[in-house]
Nanobody, 117 residues
Framework: QVQLVESGGGLVQAGGSLRLSCAAS????????MGWYRQAPGKQRELVAE???????NYADSVKGRFTISRDNAKNSVYLQMNSLKPEDTAVYYC???????????WGQGTQVTVSS
């Protein structure tokens, strides 16, 4: 069983920065995709950024140039550096891990990010 634990959310003013962290416990293997999604009130959960174990990155258009995803494979961890935050970035951010060899997906419990104007 894989468990994901996020940290790093909080309240920040517009233009500020936050860094989210997600650590996976349990075996996620050498082939996986780790990423971040977010869900704002009244909206569907959406992809923010994802990073494969092979190093391929994918970002939502709304965060390109502002957010950077990175990972530490030795620690089974993924990070999201968020700069130039905007009020519309306010959401609960979820860490996700997908294991293509098993088809299984795991989610973290979510961490709140609030950007004040």
């Amino acid at each position: 069983q894989v468990q994901l634990v996020e940290s790093g959310g909080g309240l920040v003013q517009a233009g500020g920065s936050l860094r989210l962290s997600c650590a996976a416990s349990g075996s996620i293997g050498g082939i996986n995709v780790m990423g971040w999604y977010r869900q704002a009130p009244g909206k569907q959960r959406e992809l923010v950024a994802e990073l494969t174990s092979g190093g391929n990155r994918n970002y939502a258009d709304s965060v390109k140039g502002r957010f950077t995803i990175s990972r530490d494979n030795a620690k089974n961890s993924v990070y999201l550096q968020m700069n130039s935050l905007k009020p519309e970035d306010t959401a609960v951010y979820y860490c996700k891990t997908f294991l293509p060899l098993t088809g299984r997906t795991y989610w973290g419990q979510g961490t709140q990010v609030t950007v004040s104007s």
